[in-house]
């Protein structure tokens, strides 16, 4: 099975990440989410060259007693999310 990449991807035009105080908040197509920090990094790396499994060890890194497994998941869901909401496309 290939490994997921975060370069197989394109942000939307319109997908912003803001920081107020402590809290993200994503914004795109006319919606707004707040999100957590590690989804902030998410989209920080779509359409770069990063592993999925090397995005979660860099994460991991900043969590203290964080299973890896979990986070690739999570990581995976948040992709699926952003795919769901059309925030971001998959490279043709």
Do not use: W
Not at 36 to 52: F, L, R, S, W
Not at 68 to 83: G, S
């Amino acid at each position: 099975m290939k490994e997921l990449n975060l370069n197989q991807y394109n942000r939307h035009n319109s997908l912003r990440i803001r920081k107020f105080s402590d809290e993200y908040y994503m914004l795109g197509s006319g919606k707004c989410y707040k999100i957590n920090e590690t989804g902030a990094i998410v989209v920080k790396y779509v359409g770069k060259d990063m592993p999925i499994e090397a995005l979660g060890s860099k994460i991991m890194d900043t969590y203290n007693g964080a299973n890896i497994d979990e986070i690739i998941e999570d990581i995976k869901a948040f992709v699926d999310f952003l795919l769901d909401e059309g925030l971001i496309n998959e490279n043709e």
